[in-house]
């Protein structure tokens, strides 16, 4: 048996996973991130080992908790933060409502669980100031809440720096004077608060320089929690600006833990873009770097200051693997599979059954691929940049304004989508639409010269396949062989930096299945599995 160490490699949590926020209890490690227009709310994993990783929770599950209709793309849950005291999980977001043009709507909220699976409460709203909310526990058992400040006035910058107020948890609001801490560096925009409490200094761990490629974690401390607070002397604990070869690029936003035997881990999010092109299909996916805390009490990164790692060695905890997740999913037990959200709406069952027919997943069609409000579409995370997605849709359109299918998917102005549909002159047929990127107008393009007529009135298998920088459709029917429809596209249409530019998009790709149906009918199609696997 070999003595080599164990070794966590990045990223601990591919696929869209940002902002993460790390919180231990006891031997047990969860991971918050960001979920953003994707409903339920907030994804936490779950470790023992730093290692291995497994999907818990998402705790906003209902109207109560969250309601993102009309929220735009890249709006919705922000940077939550999760932490542990007085024997509940407290977990604090943002559900941002506008993020274009000068102004943003950032409601922050809190809500809290015994356990990590839940019940969650319904949320106490806070404050709507800014976003990145943070809530700090001081050892003491005052309660301290901190969020970045959005100016609308832009003099000299919107991101105004880091507010501070007590929270009172037994009146459930915010209490004393407002104070901004902490007002970055000439990185700039400042954000993504975190305090903690070590050998009589209070740390502030934040976010700069953006969520592209000038992206860093900043350190600073303080004798008093109040400030002013001096800046770490190398300023940044993480980045990988100076390091334009490293595959970890976009380092940035974290948070800390300490481990059981007393070592310390930072959690930050990363990307990895496309050699030579800046882009990255996988959006902001969650890393992990090993760190020390120096003689003068600063902490860093072991090995080289600063540059991301894409192995780190491991903490040496007994490991604790999960079950892996199955490559098809067949639909049988009547609950949709964990791997899967759906976008913006709190009323799934409007969206889709599990139950409307045995070993199917049932979409009703809603509103077009470009709605805001009410999309039936259910989707996983791109985890691979070399996969292939299957499924098969039973379905029997009347009308052009009904189609149902497989779409490769970032946003309402990026995807790619093969559907069934129905056209005057030829009935059932093979459509399909792309988006590659045309923000603001949406226009679609309709790759097909001519849509492709169905010779059954059966299931039709549907399968897309991403290598290197391409992306393929086929089809099949009546268990025929595979037939390639439709031209190669460029894959890293689905990605962050295409579309509008490094700060534009932030959340990920994902492949799924959707229904549409224009004329308000709720026309149903019917899903009989969807495989997702790796392409070596």
């Given at each position: 048996m070999s003595n080599a160490p164990q070794m966590l490699r990045n990223p601990i949590l591919p696929g869209f996973n940002p902002d993460p926020s790390i919180c231990r209890v006891g031997e047990d490690y969860y991971i918050a991130t960001s979920t953003f227009e994707w409903f339920p709310g907030v994804q936490i994993h779950h470790s023992r080992d730093l290692v291995n990783w497994q999907l818990a929770a998402r705790p906003l599950t209902r109207a109560s908790q969250l309601d993102m209709r009309g929220n735009p793309d890249n709006c919705g849950i922000w940077a939550p933060c999760l932490t542990f005291a007085d024997g509940?999980?407290?977990?604090?977001?943002?559900?941002?409502?506008?993020?274009?043009?000068?102004?943003?709507?950032?409601?922050?909220?809190?809500?809290?669980?015994?356990?990590?699976?839940?019940?969650?409460?319904?949320?106490?709203?806070?404050?709507?100031?800014?976003?990145?909310?943070?809530?700090?526990?001081?050892?003491?058992?005052?309660?301290?809440?901190?969020?970045?400040?959005?100016?609308?006035?832009?003099?000299?910058?919107?991101?105004?720096?880091?507010?501070?107020?007590?929270?009172?948890?037994?009146?459930?609001?915010?209490?004393?004077?407002?104070?901004?801490?902490?007002?970055?560096?000439?990185?700039?925009?400042?954000?993504?608060?975190?305090?903690?409490?070590?050998?009589?200094?209070?740390?502030?761990?934040?976010?700069?320089?953006?969520?592209?490629?000038?992206?860093?974690?900043?350190?600073?401390?303080?004798?008093?929690?109040?400030?002013?607070?001096?800046?770490?002397?190398?300023?940044?604990?993480?980045?990988?600006?100076?390091?334009?070869?490293?595959?970890?690029?976009?380092?940035?936003?974290?948070?800390?833990?300490?481990?059981?035997?007393?070592e310390t881990y930072l959690v930050h999010l990363m990307g990895r873009p496309v050699p030579g092109l800046n882009r990255c299909q996988m959006g902001r996916e969650t890393a992990i770097q090993k760190c020390v805390w120096g003689e003068d009490g600063w902490l860093r990164l072991e090995g080289t200051p600063l540059e991301p790692q894409q192995t780190v060695k491991a903490p040496g905890l007994p490991l604790h693997p999960f079950p892996a997740e199955p490559v098809r999913q067949d639909f049988d037990d009547g609950k949709l599979p964990s791997a899967f959200q759906w976008l913006r709406s709190p009323e799934p069952k409007r969206l889709f059954s599990n139950t409307a027919r045995k070993g199917h997943l049932r979409l009703f069609g809603r509103e077009s691929l470009g709605s805001y409000f009410e999309q039936a579409l259910v989707a996983r995370r791109q985890t691979h940049y070399h996969y292939q997605a299957e499924t098969s849709v039973d379905c029997d359109p009347e009308t052009f304004q009904q189609t149902a299918g497989l779409i490769a998917y970032y946003g309402r102005f990026q995807f790619f989508y093969l559907a069934v549909s129905w056209g005057e002159?030829?009935?059932?047929?093979?459509?399909?639409?792309?988006?590659p990127g045309s923000f603001p107008s949406g226009d679609l393009t309709f790759p097909l010269d001519t849509p492709v007529p169905l010779s059954s009135s059966g299931p039709v298998?549907?399968?897309?396949?991403?290598?290197?920088?391409?992306?393929?459709?086929?089809?099949?029917?009546?268990?025929?062989?595979?037939?390639?429809?439709?031209?190669?596209?460029?894959?890293?249409?689905?990605?962050?930096?295409?579309?509008?530019?490094?700060?534009?998009?932030?959340?990920?790709?994902?492949?799924?299945?959707?229904?549409?149906?224009?004329?308000?009918?709720?026309?149903?199609?019917d899903f009989d599995y969807f495989a997702y696997q790796d392409l070596p």
């Open positions: 509940l999980f407290w977990l604090v977001y943002t559900d941002v409502k506008r993020n274009e043009g000068n102004f943003k709507d950032t409601h922050n909220y809190i809500v809290t669980a015994p356990r990590i699976e839940g019940p969650w409460s319904d949320p106490v709203r806070v404050n709507s100031s800014g976003f990145d909310p943070s809530l700090f526990h001081d050892d003491d058992g005052r309660k301290w809440f901190v969020n970045m400040v959005w100016d609308q006035r832009k003099m000299p910058t919107a991101f105004a720096g880091i507010l501070l107020q007590e929270y009172d948890p037994v009146e459930k609001r915010l209490t004393g004077p407002v104070r901004n801490i902490f007002k970055g560096t000439e990185r700039g925009l400042v954000e993504g608060p975190h305090l903690y409490k070590r050998n009589g200094y209070y740390y502030l761990l934040t976010a700069e320089g953006g969520t592209g490629y000038r992206h860093a974690v900043t350190l600073a401390r303080s004798k008093r929690l109040t400030g002013p607070y001096e800046v770490h002397p190398d300023k940044h604990v993480v980045s990988s600006l100076t390091f334009p070869d490293n595959p970890i690029q976009r380092a940035g936003h974290g948070d800390i833990v300490e481990t059981q035997t007393g002159k030829i009935g059932k047929c093979l459509t399909m639409m792309a988006c298998r549907m399968r897309v396949e991403t290598e290197g920088l391409a992306l393929r459709f086929s089809y099949a029917e009546d268990g025929g062989g595979w037939t390639r429809i439709g031209p190669v596209f460029d894959a890293t249409v689905l990605s962050d930096e295409a579309g509008r530019g490094e700060h534009g998009n932030f959340t990920g790709a994902f492949v799924g299945m959707h229904a549409m149906d224009l004329t308000g009918q709720a026309w149903v199609a």
